[in-house]
């Protein structure tokens, strides 16, 4: 029954994530590869707050410290055999959640699967994200330019699923000084970045406050990466 009951969910997925690509207008690039794919996580996006529940009660969110010392205004977790971590040694993946001392809670299927049709539909046939960055917003925070560089293969894309609130995503170029983009997005965009566009810089402007009916006061993003 379980199991009827879980590819039932996945169909219906799937199928609005054909409807959300036919409907397109929905796979707007947003330069040379890099695509958002509106609406592409939406018939996931209200059950998910619900999937990270126990993975947020074994791996709690906290403010990591940057190397210099300062705490993130994202609170951060991780799903995945590995997570990103921050503190005064630097950035880097790891099995290990430093906060437990335990390996971080698995990646649902549900996600990885997500994550790698994603990235089909945006032109990379082959991922495989072993680490899944949970990131939480609350009114008025913000994250400011960088790249994703601390994956061992960069051939692999980024990609990224909102949740709940609002936000406006900044996607700039190699440099920082690039000028950026301001893209909006809402609770099931998807964006996905790779190829000549993987080490872009991209941050995201300050949350205004709102109410989401699936994750209330507060934003959440997923980003999906192949680190090992
Ligand atoms: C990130 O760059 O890690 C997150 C991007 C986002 O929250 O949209
Ligand atoms: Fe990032």
Redesign the pocket.
């Known amino acids: 029954m379980k199991a009827a009951q879980a590819s039932t969910t996945a169909q219906r997925a799937r199928r609005g994530e054909q409807l959300a690509l036919w409907r397109s207008a929905e796979r707007e690039p947003i330069g040379a590869a890099a695509v958002l794919l509106p609406g592409f996580a939406a018939a996931l996006a209200d059950s998910i707050p619900a999937l990270l529940a126990p993975i947020l009660s074994a791996a709690p969110l906290r403010h990591m410290l940057t190397p210099g010392g300062q705490r993130m205004s994202v609170a951060m977790s991780n799903c995945g055999a590995v997570g990103w971590v921050s503190d005064r040694s630097g950035y880097r993946y790891s099995p290990i959640d430093p906060d437990s001392g335990r390996p971080w809670p698995a990646m649902p299927g549900s996600l990885q699967g997500l994550a790698q049709r994603a990235a089909r539909a945006a032109g990379f046939a082959e991922f495989f994200p072993d680490a899944c960055?949970i990131?939480y917003?609350a009114p008025g925070t913000r994250?400011s330019l960088?790249q994703?560089r601390n994956e061992r293969d960069l051939t692999a894309p980024v990609v990224?699923v909102?949740l709940g609130l609002p936000?406006t995503?900044l996607f700039g170029g190699e440099r920082r000084r690039d000028p950026t983009r301001r893209i909006p997005?809402s609770h099931g965009d998807v964006?996905v970045w790779g190829g000549a566009q993987r080490l872009a810089f991209?941050?995201?402007a300050a949350l205004r406050a709102g109410e989401h009916p699936a994750t209330g006061c507060c934003r959440i993003?997923l980003?999906f990466r192949h680190a090992l």
Request: hydrophobic share 40%; charged share 5%.
């Open positions: 960055l990131n917003y994250l960088h994703d990224s909102s936000a995503f997005l964006v991209h941050g995201v993003n980003t």
